[in-house]
């Protein structure tokens, strides 16, 4: 069997698999949306937290060779550790959510252009039906789109709701992150005195 051949066999499938894949995709969309609220729902932005991944930073440092007590450098490297580890806490799992609103609508196109071809397909094999096998065959290669759209809008409604939220908690990071400073300051400042 020739390339061509083979590509026709697969599009003869329909579209039925790909209406498939978008429940699939839909179900984990929505089961990241409910994680997500319930993370930003159940936790804050804590001075103490940051101070300990600023420790942990500064620990990991302080077991180098001829490293001696921490400096300015080190402290504010620290600092940006800290609140990088935060935003990568805040960010979890909205890759996701960026690339399945961005691409669904696309799965769901796939799976029309498939149950087109399969219409026409059952037409030139069926020249009795006449339009109206084309036009069933059509109108159910069309729910792909409309599938793949409505996992996409609530996909990017919630990746935008989410990045608002990661930005609105960033600046209390910023905030947070120069009273875990100061906590972790008053200490080094004491040894050095």
Do not use: C
């Amino acid at each position: 069997m020739d390339i061509t051949g083979r590509f026709l066999a697969f599009t003869l499938l329909g579209s039925t698999w790909v209406l498939w894949l978008l429940i699939g995709l839909s179900v984990l969309s929505f089961a990241v949306i409910i994680e997500r609220l319930w993370y930003f729902a159940t936790h804050r932005v804590d001075p103490g937290t940051l101070a300990a991944d600023m420790r942990d930073v500064l620990a990991l440092g302080s077991e180098a060779p001829n490293a001696d007590a921490p400096n300015a450098d080190a402290i504010d490297a620290a600092l940006v550790g800290a609140k990088a580890r935060e935003r990568q806490r805040l960010e979890r799992r909205l890759a996701y959510l960026g690339t399945l609103g961005a691409n669904a609508p696309f799965v769901g196109l796939f799976g029309t252009v498939l149950g087109i071809i399969k219409a026409f397909h059952d037409l030139a094999g069926s020249q009795a039906g006449g339009v109206s096998v084309v036009m069933a065959g059509i109108s159910e290669a069309l729910v792909s789109t409309a599938a793949g759209l409505l996992v996409a809008i609530p996909a990017v409604v919630a990746f935008n709701y989410f990045n608002r939220r990661v930005r609105s908690r960033m600046g209390q990071v910023e905030w947070m992150a120069h009273l875990a400073l100061e906590r972790i300051k008053a200490p080094l400042l004491r040894e050095v005195a």
